[in-house]
């Protein structure tokens, strides 16, 4: 059916949310009362669910005996059951149908299984998380030929809450004259689709570039902290969330909360226009000294990406849980990933079979898809959560490979499907 003109004006600046990377393949500060602290959902009784109709996936789907895993059998299970756990309470939360979220997996399907793990608690040794998994979900191969896998990690960078020294790059809370307008709520086939602007006049405009911010003191939105290197923020934007060190010692997260709905364009692509360095060296690794390098071109280097993402402060209650993904649930390293909603339902546990960075050896492994990116586009297409600090940081900057995805189900719903 045809749209009217106006959704296409709409659609130019279209922008989805998320913590993953909105990147390709390669003030006033705020105060301590502004920060918010993470906490888990409780479990609703079935009667609070709202029943919804299945959404069909993109994919082809296979049933297939766990045997077929690569390397399931040498999956130690580490911190499964942790998160097997913190997801079954995403997946059971209710959400109002008006809600313009990502395909997710039914609540419905899940409810018994996740019911089970509730009341075993959360003591389980891995022999046991084992027989639980193989006794309750089945495998499902997303058909096809193997999907990209890239990594994504929680950046850790110094900052201060004012501006001191050497603290002078700003890392912005939302501003107060950004819209966000739902286009699943007036158009039910773009459920999932948000597009951001500012009003001018009467009319609706995208909202400025990084540049314009930049370039416009007066019109920047409050400052949550002051970063002491330009590049460690650009690049904790990029990830979408990252751990802030503070001059006293203490550590919060700037947790993803919105973006200026401009499409993210790639600064090692640009690097590589430039001759200043084959595209396939542009790692995240080589872009950082590359800027250190030319600091007097920081700034052309920065504004070829006109995207910008806002952040809100939270507290750490734990440091194991990373940053919540689009699903809501704080993330756990190694075991969480980005997924495409299309293809895998957020929610969904998945066994994962590809190399680690560089090819050094076999990754496979148990993760949860909880989180999207608006790169992250296609079947097996797969963002891989590291964790948080330098270490996961190179690894994710190493990883561009191959890899295959299974889907695992409850035993008792059949092929997998989403609300």
Known sequence: ????????????????????????????????????????????????????????????YRAV???????????????????????????????????????????????PVCRRALDDGLD????????????????????????LVTGY???????????????????????????????????????????????QGRRVVPYDTRAQIDAHPDRQPPAIVWADDPIEAFFLQIQGSGRVRLPDGSTIRLAYADHNGRPYASIGQWLAQQGEMPLAQASMQNIKAWARRHPERL???????????????????DPELGPRGAYGVPLIGQRAVAVDADYVPLGTPLFLATQQPGGTGPLQRLVFAQ???????????????????????????????????????????GAPTAR
């Open 1 to 60: 059916m045809r749209k009217p003109s106006s959704l296409l004006v709409l659609l130019a600046f279209l922008a989805a949310c998320s913590t993953a990377p909105l990147q390709d393949e390669d003030g006033l500060a705020v105060s301590p009362e502004d920060i918010t602290e993470v906490t888990l959902f409780d479990v609703p009784p079935l009667s609070a669910l709202p029943d919804t109709a299945p959404r069909p996936l993109k994919g082809s």
């Open 371 to 413: 989180d999207t990116g608006a790169a992250i586009q296609g079947p097996a297409r797969v963002d891989f959560y590291w964790g948080t600090g330098d270490e996961a940081g190179a690894r994710a900057g190493r990883m561009k490979q191959k890899g295959h995805v299974w889907l695992l189900w409850p035993v008792s719903a």
């Open 299 to 317: 700034g052309e280097l920065l504004s070829v990406n006109p995207a910008m993402v806002f952040f809100r402060a939270e507290t750490i209650v």
């Open 65 to 111: 005996p766990w045997a077929d895993l690569p390397g399931w059998s040498a999956d130690g299970l580490d911190q499964v059951w942790k998160a097997f756990i913190n997801n079954c309470r995403g997946l059971m939360r209710p959400t109002s149908g008006a809600l313009a979220l990502p395909a997710r997996a039914a609540p419905r399907v899940w409810q």
């Open 153 to 199: 990690y929680e950046p850790l960078i110094r900052a201060s809450r004012t501006r001191q020294g050497d603290y002078q790059w700003p890392l912005y809370a939302v501003p107060d004259d950004l819209l966000t307008i739902d286009l699943g709520a007036v158009y039910p086939e773009l459920a999932g689709k948000r597009v951001r602007g500012k009003l």
């Open 124 to 147: 389980k040794d891995p022999a046991a998380v084992r027989e639980f998994l193989q006794g309750h979900l089945r495998p499902w191969r997303l058909e096809g030929p193997g999907g």
